[in-house]
Structure formats: structure tokens, C-alpha cells
């Protein structure tokens, strides 16, 4: 089965600080993906980034980085000197290569205050 | 890039009518397309497959006879939400995959059943 875990329900910082948003897979598959989504208060959902299974560099993009260790089945993403405009909900999702489905963590909240 | 177009982003209904949503991919054909349903403050979860020119697979505890969904050509999925309730009220989104790329999202649909 596959299970994708948010521990973090909310997480609330003041603005600049960095913020780190875990997320722990499961998985019997070899060959998957990983991905993070923004969701703000409109409800749109979006996309930050898709990793592949057979890719565990790290990637940064602006603020955002993503720590991705397969050992750890563990796929976290670091915002850098957050911003109020950060705040919103952060998904992160599974896909076994091939089902094109996704699994969702639970997520976690945001707040960024001035 | 690819987008998916949702229709209505939002729709009030009275309890007892039926309500369509429409999905469409803009500018790729989608074979397969999705449709989550998010309640307030948790995650997307998968209702549906909707799989052009056939019946759509349905997660375990949807009802198909409530939830109808038809993908009648490559860029249109819809799903009914027949003899709505209240407890249908939810935010529906859907998705689609260009080939060999992520998961595109519609705008979603917020439902109010009254």
C-alpha cells in the first residue's frame, strides 16, 4: 500500500525565518514519484515540484529546496526567509510510475506573520 | 504549459438537484483523468478514474450511481453529483496528465449543497 505522512498538522513562523515541512513515504513500488503542491486559500492546487525515485539529488529553486533520501523514505522541503505570501497549505503526494494516480499526505498548514 | 480547466469553480445547489462539473484539458489529450474530493481542513482524496470511452473505476466507498462521471472525448471529463445532500458539500478537483510530465489540476469546485 501506498501512504504518504504530513506529522506537521500547522506550522507558524514569523517572516524571514526558515521553515522545513517534512513528509515520509511509503511504498512496495521501486519506481515512483514524489511531489510537492501549494494550495492556497482560493483552493487551486499548485505545483512545486515532481521528483523521480532514481533521482536523490537535491534540488533548489529560489527559497524553495527539497531534501530527498531514499534511505529515510523521506522527502522534505525547506522554505528559506519565508514570506507572508507563503502561507497556505502544502501537499505532499505519491505516484506509482505508470498509475498516474496520486496519494496525499494529510498536510500541513502554514502561517506567516509579518 | 499544459492547463486543466474546471467548470464552476464554485456552485450552490439545493438538496435533491443535481449538479455537473465539468474538466477539461486546454491544450493536450488526456486519456485518463481524476477527480478528488477535499473536505474542509483535510486532504484530496480520490473518488475516481474517468477513462475516455469507458467506465470510470471508482475507489472503494464512492458510490458510482452518485457520483457519475463520463468521458466522452479526449479533453472532457464531467462528473454528476446526483440527488445532492449536504454531506456532499466538499471541494472537488480534478486532474490530468500530459504524457511523461506531472499531474495537472483544474481550479477545483467548491460545492454547497443547502
Known amino acids: 500500500a501506498q501512504k504518504v505522512t504530513q506529522a506537521q498538522t500547522e506550522i507558524s513562523v514569523v517572516e524571514k525565518e526558515d521553515v522545513t515541512l517534512d513528509c515520509v513515504y511509503e511504498t512496495r513500488d521501486t519506481t515512483y514519484y514524489l511531489f510537492w503542491y501549494k494550495q492556497p486559500p482560493s483552493g487551486e492546487l499548485v505545483f512545486l515540484i515532481r521528483r523521480n525515485s532514481f533521482d536523490e539529488q537535491n534540488e533548489i529553486s529560489g527559497r524553495y529546496s527539497w531534501n530527498f533520501q531514499k534511505s529515510t523514505s523521506s522527502f522534505n522541503f525547506t522554505i528559506t526567509a519565508s514570506q507572508v505570501v507563503d502561507s497556505a497549505v502544502y501537499f505532499c503526494?505519491?505516484?506509482?510510475?505508470?498509475?498516474?494516480?496520486?496519494?496525499f499526505g494529510t498536510g500541513t498548514r502554514l502561517l506567516v506573520s509579518p | 504549459g499544459a492547463v486543466v480547466s474546471q467548470h464552476p469553480s464554485w456552485v450552490i445547489c439545493k438538496s435533491g438537484t443535481s449538479v455537473k462539473i465539468e474538466c477539461r484539458s486546454l491544450d493536450f489529450q488526456a486519456t485518463t483523468m481524476f477527480w478528488y474530493r477535499q473536505f474542509p481542513k483535510q486532504s484530496l482524496m480520490l473518488m475516481a478514474t474517468?477513462?475516455?470511452?469507458?467506465?470510470?473505476?471508482?475507489e472503494q466507498g464512492v458510490e458510482k450511481d452518485k457520483f457519475l462521471i463520463n468521458h466522452a472525448s479526449l479533453t472532457l471529463s464531467t462528473l454528476t453529483v446526483t440527488s445532492a445532500h449536504p454531506e456532499d458539500s466538499s471541494f472537488y478537483i480534478c486532474?490530468?496528465?500530459?504524457?511523461?510530465?506531472?499531474?495537472?489540476f483544474g481550479q477545483g469546485t467548491r460545492l454547497t449543497v443547502v
Open positions: 474517468s477513462n475516455e470511452g469507458s467506465k470510470a473505476t471508482y
Open positions: 486532474s490530468a496528465n500530459s504524457p511523461r510530465t506531472e499531474a495537472f
Open positions: 503526494a505519491l505516484e506509482n510510475t505508470g498509475f498516474q494516480k496520486l496519494v
